[in-house]
């Protein structure tokens, strides 16, 4: 398939690109490499989120560039929507996607609706960087020092620091070719993980607060509210890592982040030692990885941590069975 998104990029002279809602820094950062790329080639490309570029990756070659509003941009030749599993994960841009000549879906998880007109999934690869800068080789595009910063922010970050079961040996592989590039992982992640606002270490410290556990031990959770990011001065990006301070824990297997918004609730899981996210994740209508996944509710959420807390039991019960 990387052929054929090499094929509908060659052949656009406009080229938009939609992050999902909530982006992360595997999305942003393939996003902004492929703009970088395409640009280089002549076209004219525009990186797209609904909801902005989160602080903590405003040091990405580009970021200032992204876009948050469809009004103004005009027509596109060529869409490409980045880790979205349906449309509507791109928020306000899934109608400039569905009104595209040509849309290319590009994704690295299970739970893709397979819509468009050119469908690329790969479950296997650990980032969606490592099938964008496939479809790079395939253009014959240059890989210079800011598009490698851009791909190695995406694989470090949806590999956990290259931590989950996903990496595999090519994850290796292109992390030491986008080094030899000029991307510096110890830079990023140095970015990403130790330059944390005080707000987000006093948000951090109110959600351990509220930490409890349950299945024995073997899943952790807690809750933000927007209270909580009142007293803190956070932002809703500020709790990107919490959930993987609860995974920390010695004996915890699933951990669950119950965040409550105004009229929703979004849950975020993280696994380990064979419990599986995303089988919690599908059975309330979300999806994700093995080892991150997360969903969406307008329940209570009362009804929903009793929920997802007894599907969570249910998964680390199977998954030791």
Not at 45 to 62: H, I, N, Q
Not at 259 to 271: D, G, N, T
Request: overall charge negative; charged content about 25%.
């Amino acid at each position: 398939m990387k052929e054929q998104v090499a094929s509908a990029l060659r052949a656009a002279r406009r080229v938009l690109v939609a992050c999902h809602e909530s982006p992360d820094g595997d999305c942003l950062g393939g996003g902004l490499a492929l703009r970088l790329s395409l640009e280089r080639a002549g076209k004219q490309a525009v990186v797209a989120s609904t909801d902005g570029v989160p602080e903590v990756y405003r040091f990405l070659p580009g970021w200032e560039t992204v876009v948050h509003q469809p009004e103004g941009l005009g027509r596109f030749d060529v869409a490409v929507a980045l880790e979205c599993p349906d449309l509507q994960r791109a928020g306000r841009f899934a109608e400039a996607l569905a009104a595209c000549p040509v849309l290319v879906n590009l994704d690295h998880h299970r739970d893709n609706a397979g819509y468009g007109h050119v469908v690329w999934q790969d479950p296997e690869a650990a980032s969606v960087c490592e099938m964008v800068y496939q479809a790079l080789q395939e253009l014959g595009a240059e890989v210079d020092e800011p598009v490698a910063t851009c791909l190695m922010a995406g694989l470090l970050t949806d590999t956990g620091s290259f931590r989950y079961s996903s990496v595999r040996a090519q994850t290796f592989e292109l992390a030491a070719e986008l080094v030899r590039r000029g991307a510096r992982p110890d830079r990023i992640y140095e970015r990403v993980y130790e330059w944390r606002p005080v707000a987000a270490v006093r948000l951090l410290g109110m959600a351990l607060e509220r930490l409890q556990l349950a299945a024995d031990g073997q899943v952790a959770w807690s809750v933000v509210d927007e209270d909580m990011l009142a007293r803190a001065g956070a932002r809703w990006e500020d709790t990107e890592n919490i959930v993987e301070t609860l995974r920390s824990i010695a004996g915890v297997r699933l951990a669950v982040l119950f965040k409550v918004e105004s009229r929703r609730v979004k849950v975020s899981l993280r696994a380990r030692e064979g419990a599986q996210a995303n089988r919690v994740a599908v059975r309330f209508g979300g999806g994700g990885h093995l080892g991150a996944a997360g969903f969406v509710s307008l329940g209570s959420l009362e009804q929903v941590v009793r929920d997802t807390l007894e599907a969570a039991a249910a998964e680390v019960r199977a998954s030791t069975a």
